[in-house]
């Protein structure tokens, strides 16, 4: 095609050419963002089992007593078992001897039950370094003190062929997070987080 001195425009190959430039550059960056989103849902998985073992912490904390967070690994649900005490109907004398008046009794409610994100899986909870403490199935309980875990824990999780792990640290408390699956003997191993 010739162009006149006082027409401007593109020639539709020069068109075709933007297109496909743009459509190549649009492929590739929707397929990058859809290879990411499974890694940002298995890690909004670990976060928030995390929190609520962080806030089981803070509560055992707070009241003095364990709190407990009961995981169901088949349904990929949690939740939060905290003390709450029990209604007594003992009626004692306003002058009865502290050493006479029976300890309170607590019970546990269910707080905070909550589901993993679609698709993601607990693998399994390991409590302690033992592997005879490895739970795959039912429900694994972990025991959170005032002053820490129970024991150190780890807990598995899984997004297609994606695995991350969350350690909670039996001494501390503090909770440290893994792009990968962990095992027993990796349980007492400080790599220094």
């Known amino acids: ?3 006149f001195a006082g027409q401007r425009g593109y020639t539709l190959i020069e068109l075709i050419v933007v297109v496909l430039i743009i459509s190549l550059i649009t492929a590739l ?3 990058r963002i859809d290879f990411l989103v499974p890694k940002y849902r298995l890690r909004a998985a670990t976060r928030e089992t995390a929190s609520i073992l962080k806030q089981a912490r803070a509560r055992a904390a707070a009241t003095g007593r364990d709190v407990y967070v009961r995981i169901h690994l088949s349904e990929g649900t949690y939740e939060m078992l905290v003390p ?4 007594t109907n ?3 004398p306003p002058d009865t001897p502290l050493d006479l008046v029976p300890p309170p009794e607590y019970e546990y409610e269910s707080h905070l039950r909550s589901k993993l994100p679609d698709d993601s899986q607990f693998v399994n909870v390991i409590l302690g370094s033992e592997p ?3 739970i795959t199935s039912g429900s694994a309980l972990i ?3 005032p002053y820490g875990a129970g024991d150190h824990v780890l807990v598995n999780f899984r997004l297609e062929e994606r695995r991350s792990a969350i350690r909670v640290n039996g001494l501390t408390g503090l909770v440290s997070f893994y ?3 962990k095992t027993a003997p990796e349980l007492l191993e400080d790599s220094g987080d």
């Open 29 to 31: 960056a929707v397929t």
């Open 132 to 134: 005879d403490q490895t």
């Open 143 to 145: 025991r959170i003190t």
């Open 1 to 3: 095609m010739r162009r």
């Open 90 to 92: 003992l009626f004692l």
């Open 179 to 181: 792009e990968e699956e």
């Open 84 to 87: 709450v005490q029990k209604e």
